[in-house]
């Protein structure tokens, strides 16, 4: 079966400290994994996706998020936090087979100023 | 490109009414995708389309149907209302079969049955 767990459904953090948003999956085959941001009363929105190669992938708004294959993670990160990154992040995860994508519960993100 | 509509933004509905939820996109994408959120769990797929006149179930989709005659349109339908389905429904489209093409989201329709 394929899943996603974010652990964390807080996390704070202070204004210009570094960020991390924890996401782990199961998958058949190949993962194709991918992170959203939702800001309040609106859609998601894509920030970045590992599909293969590289595992520090880099996205919008400085977001990076880091493949690690032997502890099925993708943790996104951003080395300085801004107010605006306050939101909730969702972490998804697509097979290579199958035509589903399976997200994660979300993970509410607060920077404090 | 507009990407992803959906109408309406909110909407009441009394228990036993049905109503439609409209979602287009122009962006001829192939692949297009119903899913509703609930306050702590996450997205979950109500139903999914592949191409014009193809339709599939997800998770959820008891109390739900769906069409799709064209490429751009994909309403999702809710023919008795119950207070179970009050949520948010976001409609996405893919570009195409291909696992690492990302989704796009409409802004969200909020639907409360009371």
């Known amino acids: 079966a394929q899943s996603v767990a974010q652990p964390e459904d807080q996390v704070n953090v202070a204004e210009g400290n570094p960020l991390t948003v924890k996401c782990t999956y199961s998958v058949s085959g190949n993962p194709y994994l991918f992170w959203y941001v939702q800001y309040p009363n609106r859609g998601l929105q894509f920030l970045l996706k590992?599909?293969?190669?590289?595992?520090l992938v880099k996205g919008s708004y400085g977001f990076e998020a880091e493949f690690n294959k032997s502890q099925t993670s993708f943790h996104l990160k951003k080395p300085s936090a801004l107010v605006s990154d306050s939101a909730l992040y969702f972490c998804a995860v697509r097979g290579d087979t199958g035509n589903q994508f399976y997200f994660g519960t979300g993970t509410s993100l607060t920077v404090i100023p | 490109n507009a990407g992803v509509t959906q109408t309406p933004k909110f909407r009441i509905l009394k228990i036993g009414q049905s109503m439609t939820l409209q979602c287009a996109q122009d962006m001829n994408h192939n692949y297009m995708y119903w899913y509703r959120q609930d306050p702590g769990m996450g997205l979950k797929l109500i139903y999914y389309s592949v191409g014009a006149g193809i339709t599939d179930k997800g998770e959820v989709p008891n109390g739900y149907n769906v069409s799709r005659s064209t490429t751009e349109d994909f309403p999702l339908r809710l023919e008795l209302a119950a207070p179970s389905q009050t949520s948010v429904y976001f409609c996405a489209s893919s570009y195409s079969r291909d696992s690492y093409n990302e989704q796009f989201f409409g802004p969200g329709t909020r639907l409360t049955v009371l």
């Open positions: 590992y599909i293969t190669g590289d595992n």
